[in-house]
């Protein structure tokens, strides 16, 4: 049963340790973690940020110069001039000369759509552009780029036009711009494997397409859409989870005055790379530091409960001695109080014989006054030893006093009821209990508990004794001439002789501190002898021990019969 | 001087044991007087002298000590032999530093008291 309370103890230390310890790790963990995550995140995202304007302006630059070459060259040259197509070859050469081949083509076209002069790789000269909507929106304007379209090449490209007057009339001159040139520009803002940029329109067309497996999905880029930049510096960042499950972070900001709009996506696992390898190297951390709480924990949790265990046995233990050197002082107190008491009448009776002597010393001892006087001194010796018998009792009814109330016992009741009590620990202990009663055995008449204390301290000790490997245990009752023997023999290691001796003695143990008192077969030696019966112990190396129990059956009545004057013929006097 | 009977005056709360003592030491020739209290003695020690007090040092009227002190004031000259439970030295000797002459343990004889007693009497002869 100690066993079981211990078990709990120490589960609950255990779990009270591993609380104290690992909740505040935690804690404290979770608020760290979530501060580093916030920090890196807005860092992170500020680069990205930094990193989309950078691009916005290189892409918004790239093609406010592109313009400003068209429409200087505009400006520069009438439509006469330019609608020489020699010329405008030139011109278109100059143009590639100085800035690559990013213009693909040049075409002059008059107020009614058709075109006058064509310079470059495809066959569209006299192209009729009246129905294209580039043209009427270049009409009306004075410069217009165009969204990517087919066109009549059925190539996707886009236009810079600007429109000029010439004899006031209106007239466009047109650009193409080379999309592959374009779209390594925005390529260029892949700075990672899982980061790609692509361009919408406002109608949500593609201009510049992401690669197909990290295209985001309609309903996202509607809401990109959607949602409107007041600020056409304005970079607005969100996160989302794609189709495929992926977290990415979407970074969108305007572009061409806003009627395009720049997105770049990429993983949020590779954008929070650095915060997430921190995250998991952290998380580890705490997890092992959670694991060795915990194994602290379990060596603390035993350790202390076993340390407290320990204490409180020592309390006990101490407590104990202090109870029977407590009862061993207040009889010592009483047995000197009563020799002091005894003395009186001890002394006048050996006075009074001494007077008798005296008398006879005299020839004429045997005169009428002498025999009355022998008469006196006799009856003062009778009473005087009587006063001495009454002391005495004192002392002995206080010595029974200590124990508990006696009662029939039925001895083999006794036994099985002990051995019924023991029985899962003798199971556990591999040890086999056997008993044996001879028939008919009297009641005796004792303290049932004291009788059980002295029964079950012998069980328990040789169980222990026998602990781990088993053994037997067997107990008998016999009944001889006017006592009652109790035999408990064991199959244990046995007990040397120098220690024979001496297992009755209070505080004698082999057992490692903490484990025995030492008091219970001195405890066993005092309840036995107060009931007058013995108890002794003989044992073999090798072969085991056994002690044995005698107990009167005929207990001796002599509570406070103090009021007897009368002494002769009383019998049954010790 | 030397023939007188010596005067003894017995102290002690247990009346038999003054009472057979008494007859003991009448008998022996010496002349006693009993009390059975520390009160009684100093009664009885206003209207007599005696030579040699035996007096039992736990009393229940009076301690012992205290009786003593007053004896040596009333009658310094009185030898006053001092009786003691065994284990109460220690009141034995506090009632030497008081003036007691000696004191025996208790149980104690006849023999021994009567022998303290002609000791205590002769030395005092010789000292007078």
Request: hydrophobic share 40%.
């Amino acid at each position: 049963m100690a066993d079981a309370v211990h078990g709990s103890q120490t589960r609950y230390w255990i779990l009270l340790i591993i609380g104290a310890t690992v909740t505040p790790l935690l804690l404290v963990s979770i608020i760290v973690l979530y501060q580093f995550r916030e920090a890196h995140q807005k860092r992170a995202t500020t680069h990205l940020e930094e990193l989309v304007q950078k691009h916005k302006q290189n892409i918004d630059g790239f093609l406010d110069a592109k313009l400003g070459n068209i429409r200087m060259l505009a400006s520069s040259f009438s439509f006469e001039e330019l609608r020489q197509e020699e010329f405008l070859r030139e011109r278109l050469r100059d143009l590639q000369r100085v800035h690559e081949p990013v213009f693909v083509d040049l075409g002059v076209i008059d107020e009614s759509g058709t075109q006058a002069a064509y310079a470059g790789p495809f066959l569209l000269g006299h192209a009729d552009y009246s129905d294209a909507s580039w043209f009427q929106n270049a009409m009306q304007r004075e410069y217009f780029i165009s969204d990517v379209f087919p066109g009549l090449r059925g190539f996707p490209h886009f236009i810079i036009a600007v429109r000029s007057t010439w004899n006031g009339e209106p007239w466009i001159l047109r650009a193409t711009i080379d999309l592959v040139a374009f779209n390594d520009l925005v390529e260029d803002l892949r700075n990672s494997h899982t980061g790609s940029a692509f361009i919408l329109n406002r109608a949500g067309e593609f201009q510049i397409k992401p690669p197909v497996d990290l295209m985001p999905d309609r309903e996202f880029l509607d809401e990109l859409l959607g949602a409107d930049a007041g600020d056409r510096r304005e970079i607005r960042v969100t996160q989302r989870t794609d189709q495929a499950g992926r977290r990415n972070i979407y970074l969108a900001t305007a572009l061409k005055g806003g009627s395009w709009r720049l997105v770049y996506q990429q993983e949020a696992n590779e954008a929070f790379a650095e915060f997430h390898s921190a995250r998991n190297v952290s998380l580890l951390a705490v997890f092992l530091a959670g694991l060795a709480s915990v194994a602290v924990a379990f060596l603390l949790g035993r350790k202390t409960v076993s340390a407290i265990s320990e204490a409180e046995q020592r309390t006990q233990m101490i407590s104990q001695q202090m109870v029977e050197t407590g009862k061993l002082a207040s009889v010592g107190e009483l047995a000197a109080g009563i020799a002091h008491e005894i003395n009186n009448p001890v002394a006048i009776m050996v006075e009074e014989a001494g007077w008798i002597g005296d008398i006879l010393e005299d020839d004429d001892w045997g005169t009428p006054e002498n025999l009355q006087e022998f008469q006196r001194a006799l009856q003062q010796i009778k009473t005087q030893g009587t006063r001495c018998k009454q002391i005495t009792h004192k002392l002995l009814s206080f010595a029974r006093k200590t124990d508990e109330r006696t009662q029939e016992v039925d001895p083999r009741a006794l036994v099985e009821e002990t051995v019924a009590v023991s029985a899962q620990r003798a199971k556990y202990a591999n040890v086999e209990m056997s008993t044996v009663f001879e028939p008919d055995l009297p009641t005796i008449r004792a303290s049932l508990s004291e009788l059980q204390q002295v029964l079950l301290n012998l069980i328990n000790n040789a169980l222990d004794a026998m602990w781990p490997n088993g053994g037997t245990l067997e107990i008998a009752v016999k009944h001889l001439d006017d006592d009652l023997w109790i035999h408990v023999s064991d199959s244990g290691p046995g007990i040397p002789e120098a220690n024979l001796e001496r297992i009755f003695d209070p505080f004698f143990t082999t057992k490692p501190v903490g484990k025995g008192t030492g008091l219970g077969l001195s405890i066993c030696y005092g309840i036995v002898t107060r009931m007058g019966g013995e108890i002794d112990a003989s044992s073999e190396i090798g072969s085991g021990t056994e002690f044995r129990i005698r107990l009167p059956i005929e207990r001796e009545e002599t509570e406070a019969d103090g009021q007897e004057t009368a002494v002769a013929g009383s019998g049954g006097e010790a | 001087m030397e023939g007188d009977p010596i005067k003894l005056l017995l102290v002690d709360d247990e009346r038999a044991f003054v009472d057979v003592l008494c007859n003991r030491f009448t008998r022996k020739g010496l002349a006693v007087t009993k009390a059975y209290s520390g009160t009684e003695a100093i009664r009885t020690l206003r209207k007599q002298d005696f030579d040699v007090c035996i007096l039992d040092l736990k009393m229940e009227d009076m301690d012992g000590i205290e009786v003593l002190k007053i004896f040596k004031k009333m009658l310094p000259s009185m030898a006053v032999i001092m009786l003691t439970g065994h284990g109460s030295e220690r009141a034995a000797r506090a009632g030497i530093e008081e003036g007691a002459h000696d004191y025996l343990t208790k149980p104690c004889g006849f023999e021994e008291l009567l022998a303290k007693i002609q000791e205590t009497v002769s030395r005092e002869e010789r000292s007078a």
